[in-house]
């Protein structure tokens, strides 16, 4: 008789059925395990669900900013306002400020762009000599009216609300959309 006569295929042993023990046992084990990962799947699962449902359940006040006094503004130049961000968070500290770009159209008529490029948000910086925008990042320029004039930005400068109250300028915050 041979030294492997009865043994497992592959070699390791010999062959023999499974008891009904082992079975369960193995059975057991199994169910364990995925229990486990599905309980860390969770742990891990609730809290990015929650992020992403976040906004939805609970969105950001809009609330009117204001920029300052009407007058403080000449008709048809765009200036740098800065104002509160509409969620801070109470350690957020400066970055709970933001910008805008406003540009006074007439004696009542406001337009506020994002300073932000649409391409992948990098700020922009107005050119009043050339009268348009320029994204620093990967070369967007924006006409006067936020449009995009030429490079990779896939839309128009972002605008926020204006209006004038009691003589000052007021803007209308809000989240601004990624995309």
């Not at 070699?11 to 486990?36: C, D, N, Q, V, Y």
């Not at 994002?114 to 320029?141: E, K, S």
Request: with cysteine; hydrophobic share 40%; net charge negative.
């Amino acid at each position: 008789m041979s030294a492997h006569s009865g043994a497992a295929p592959g070699g390791h042993g010999p062959a023999r059925e499974a008891t009904p023990e082992e079975l369960s046992r193995r059975g057991f084990l199994t169910k364990i395990s995925l229990a486990a990962a599905a309980g860390v799947a969770g742990l891990i699962g609730v809290p990015i669900v929650g992020y992403l449902l976040g906004p939805l359940l609970q969105p950001t006040e809009q609330q009117w900013r204001s920029v300052g006094m009407v007058d403080e503004f000449a008709i048809g130049q765009t200036a740098l306002v800065s104002f509160e961000e509409p969620s801070p968070l109470k350690w957020a500290g400066q970055t709970a400020l933001t910008a805008a770009y406003l540009r006074r159209e007439d004696t009542d008529s406001f337009v506020a762009f994002a300073v932000n490029c649409t391409h992948l948000g990098c700020p922009v910086n107005w050119q009043p000599d050339a009268r348009i925008f320029l994204c620093p990042c990967h070369g967007g320029v924006y006409y006067a009216n936020g449009d995009v004039a030429a490079g990779p930005p896939p839309h128009p400068l972002f605008r926020y609300d204006t209006r004038v109250n009691d003589g000052r300028v007021e803007i209308r915050t809000r989240p601004l959309p990624v995309a």
